[in-house]
C-alpha cells in the first residue's frame, strides 16, 4: 500500500515506539512506517529478542539511513522492565506520539480446568498487565502536549470467545474493555485510542501457541488463505495517518475464508 504525500506529511517528526517488534504484525509495522514516512520519524523498537531486533534495525537502517532507530530489550510480562525502560529512554526518544501495544500471545488450547498456571499468567502478564502498564507510563506524555495515538492490538477472540482460547480470548476482551474506557476518559483531549482486531493472521503466533510443534500451528491455516503481518501493519499506519480530528476507533479484519473466530471456511483436495 502507498500511503502518499499527506501521510509522510503527517507522519513528520513523529515518535513511534512499537512493542513486541521483532517478528510478525510488529516487525511489519516498523517497516511500514519506515515506507510511508519521509525519513524524518523516530522508530523505537522493543521486544526481548534482541539480536532480532539489531538485525531489524541494520535493515531498515540501510534502506532508510535518515531514520534514527532505537532498539531496547524490553520484556513487558515484567513491570520492573517496563520502569526502568521508560527511566532509561534518550531524552531525544522521549516525547513518544504513536505507541503501538502490539505483543502479546497465546499459550496453549488447553480447556478451562486444565490449563497450566504458568500458561494463565505469561498470557495476562504479557497481553493485559504489559500493556497497561505501558500504556499508563505513555499517556502522561501524550496529555502534556495533548496529541497521540494508542493502537491496540486486540483480536477477534475478544469479540467471539472460543473453546480452547479461555484465557487467550479473556486477555483480549480485557484489552478491548480497557480500551473502550480510555477512549471515553480522552473524549476532551485530542488522543486517539485504535483497537484493531485481526483474524488468523499467519505469524509466528501459532508457532508460539503451540509451543514450537510447527505441524500443529501450519494445521491452524490448513486450507485458507490467511491475512499475512502486512495487511495488518497496513491499517496500523492508515489509521495513524487520517486527519488528526479523525478516529478509526476499531476495526475487526478477517480473510476472506473467515467469518468468526471458529467460522473458517477450509478448501479441501
Ligand atoms: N497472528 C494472529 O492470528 C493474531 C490475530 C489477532 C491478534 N493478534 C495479536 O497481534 C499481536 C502480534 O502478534 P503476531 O501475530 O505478530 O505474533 P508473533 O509473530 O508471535 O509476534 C509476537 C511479538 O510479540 C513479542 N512478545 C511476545 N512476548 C513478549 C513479551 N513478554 N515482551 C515483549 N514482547 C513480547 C514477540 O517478541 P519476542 O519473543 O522477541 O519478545 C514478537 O515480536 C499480538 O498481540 C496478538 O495477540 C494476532
Redesign the pocket.
Known sequence: MSFGPQAAERLTNKIILI??????????TAWDYAKASNGEIKLIL?????E??ESLEKDLSTQFPQIKILTKQ?????LK?IESFFQSLPTEFQDIDILI??????HGVDKIGTIKQEDID?MF???VL??ISMTQHVLPIMKQKDSGDIVQ?????GRDPYPGGGI?CA??AA?RSFTHSLRKELIDTKIRVIE?????????????RFFGDLEKAKK?YQGTE??I?KD?SDLIVYTTTRRSNTVIAETLIFSTNQASASHLYRKTD
Not at 522493543?46 to 534482541?50: E, K, N, P, S, Y
Not at 484493531?196 to 508460539?208: Q, R
Open positions: 512493542t513486541g517488534a521483532s517478528a510478525g504484525i510488529g516487525e511489519s522493543t521486544a526481548r529478542r534482541i532480532r531486533l524490553l520484556d513487558v510480562s515484567n522492565d501495544n502490539n505483543a502479546g500471545k497465546a505469561v502478564q504479557t497481553n504489559g500493556m492490538l486486540g483480536s477477534i477472540a487467550y486477555t483480549k484489552l484493531i482486531d485481526p483474524g488468523n493472521v499467519e505469524t509466528e503466533f501459532s508457532n508460539t491452524v490467511p491475512l503481518a495488518i
